[in-house]
């Protein structure tokens, strides 16, 4: 699927700014992960494409998250097995599918720390511009900030990686500072 085509299936479904936000941060963590990992053009474009779907019926059927686009959505757009396994194994308490292959884990990875990553920016003038890792991993400790947002996820992400939190944090400012600047997030 191609990525315009990727990004008018997502508004369909999700009108919040909010989650398109949120969806365009996982998408382009994933697809910066993957160059990191130096996987060819073709894989790079699934893991954004992984990323960008991944809440994709979050909005309209939030208590069938993530199995509704599995079963209704995603076979329409014949996206790929391999993809919706990932989008699966991103909610094993809602699937019972744990994360496996490499894309299953890095997104996992990068979805929990996305949207944490994000409020830490909406407390800064300037957002992710000269955001500081140590502030982010200070952050995470007091529990009522972001309070939705699962420690436990993004410590079982870090392990599934094999990366430090300070390295996971410290790559995605990276990420979301490059996306900012090119309006691909806010
Ligand atoms: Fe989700
Ligand atoms: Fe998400």
């Known amino acids: 699927m191609e990525k315009k085509q990727a990004e008018l299936i997502l508004n369909k479904y ?7 936000n949120h969806s ?4 382009n963590a994933m697809k910066a992960y ?3 990992l130096e996987k060819n053009e073709n894989t790079i474009h699934d893991w954004w494409l992984c990323g960008l779907l991944h809440d994709i019926d979050w909005e309209v059927y939030p208590d069938q998250h993530p199995n509704h686009a599995v079963e209704h959505i995603f076979p329409v757009i014949e996206l790929s097995d391999e993809i919706q396994h990932a989008i699966l194994a991103h909610a094993p308490s809602r ?9 299953d884990r ?3 990875a990068c ?3 996305s949207g944490f990553i994000h409020a830490v920016s909406l407390m800064r003038p300037t957002a992710y511009d000269g955001m500081k890792v140590k502030s982010v991993m200070k952050k995470l400790k007091t529990l009522n900030f972001a309070a939705n947002v699962s420690r436990n996820d ?3 992400g870090v392990e ?3 990366e430090s939190l300070s390295d996971h944090i410290l790559f995605l400012i990276d990420v979301f500072q490059d996306a900012k600047q090119k309006n691909l997030i806010n």
């Open 106 to 108: 890095y997104l996992f």
């Open 95 to 103: 699937t019972g599918v744990t994360a496996e292959s490499e894309m």
């Open 154 to 156: 993004i410590h079982t």
């Open 34 to 36: 993957a160059k990191k």
């Open 160 to 162: 599934l990686i094999g």
């Open 24 to 27: 365009h941060m996982v998408a």
């Open 14 to 20: 999700v009108k919040a700014n909010s989650l398109l």
């Open 111 to 113: 979805d929990e720390i």
